[in-house]
């Protein structure tokens, strides 16, 4: 019974966000884009662009050219992000056949900045939530599946094929102001989906590695990976075994880490990698300070590292 509740908890919060998501992006094309003629990318793009050759109502445009990525969805992606696509884009395109906003700045590049951020938040909280509000997603998802090509590149081709037609067929300034409202959706929408919080991977190779890693957790409270490393051949030589460290922190504390090292051994081995997705472990909530000098303590009592 607890387990049935949990589920239409956690169901009702995601349509919650989900009805959250479709008023943003109504009001970033409502309020913006649409009164001044303005595009965007993926189906909401195509959608505006025909809107502007021929009269007939936006909203019944963007469920009419999302039908045939719905259904490439279904035989690619899981039918329960299908069913609250379908609920999305619907409710999105009453939203905004129902919504009436006065026109807020006449400004184009306040149009395009303001229009594709609440666009971009607007899409971000859905597929936050399993669904989509612009059928693009799903045909990356579709191609990368057949083909292997990256979902990015199928959609940044979409688009790039889409404002290339806009520049022809509307006006090139069109276009170049479309393509800016792309990019502020798109980045607006990463950030809704990965969060704010920007981390980058560190791997470290150090013949000092015990003294490296009990700094680590005293000085940055962040969890690690020990790897082993075998014996091999650098720029002195042979190497003998040793510890690799590999951890995980927010970029605002990089300094910090070569700082760490440095003081250690200056010819650290430092490879640095951005992280696009982290989930679990000790990450999101470092390891209380407190705590973390209480385990670098212990681990340099049973490790006999020399301070």
Avoid: C, W
């Avoid at 909203?59 to 969805?73: A, D, E, Q, T, Y």
């Avoid at 979902?151 to 094929?161: D, H, M, R, T």
């Avoid at 082993?228 to 650098?234: M, V, Y």
């Amino acid at each position: 019974m607890t387990s049935k509740k949990s589920k239409a908890l956690k169901s009702l919060s995601e349509y919650t966000q989900i009805a959250v998501g479709i008023i943003l992006a109504s009001i970033g094309l409502k309020a913006f884009l649409l009164p001044n003629g303005f595009m965007d990318g993926g189906v909401t793009g195509i959608a505006l662009l025909v809107n502007r050759l021929v009269d007939i109502n936006i909203s019944l445009l963007l469920v009419l050219f999302s039908i045939p990525f719905l259904i490439m969805g279904y035989f690619t992606v899981s039918r329960r992000i299908i069913l609250k696509s379908i609920v999305s884009i619907l409710g999105l395109a009453l939203f905004i056949h129902f919504e009436n906003f006065g026109i807020i700045t006449e400004d184009k590049f306040l149009i395009s900045i303001f229009g594709g951020l609440f666009l971009g938040a607007g899409i971000g909280i859905a597929i936050r939530n399993g669904s989509v509000l612009d059928g693009s997603e799903i045909l990356g998802v579709f191609i990368n599946d057949r083909f292997g090509i990256s979902i990015g590149k199928v959609i940044l081709l979409f688009n790039v094929i889409l404002f290339t037609i806009t520049a022809f067929v509307v006006s090139k300034e069109v276009a170049m102001y479309s393509i800016l409202t792309y990019i502020v959706t798109a980045k607006v929408t990463d950030l809704t989906i990965e969060g704010f919080e920007d981390f980058i991977g560190i791997t470290i190779v150090s013949k000092h590695y015990d003294k490296i890693k009990v700094d680590i957790i005293k000085e940055l409270g962040a969890g690690m990976t020990i790897y082993k490393g075998r014996k091999g051949f650098g720029s002195k030589g042979e190497v003998e075994d040793f510890d690799i460290i590999h951890t995980i922190i927010n970029r605002i504390d990089i300094k910090k880490m070569h700082r760490i090292v440095s003081n250690i051994d200056e010819d650290a081995f430092i490879v640095e990698f951005d992280v696009n997705n982290v989930k679990g472990g000790v990450l999101r909530r470092y390891l209380d300070r407190k705590n973390g000098k209480k385990l670098a303590k212990f681990l340099a009592e049973n490790q006999q590292v020399k301070f």
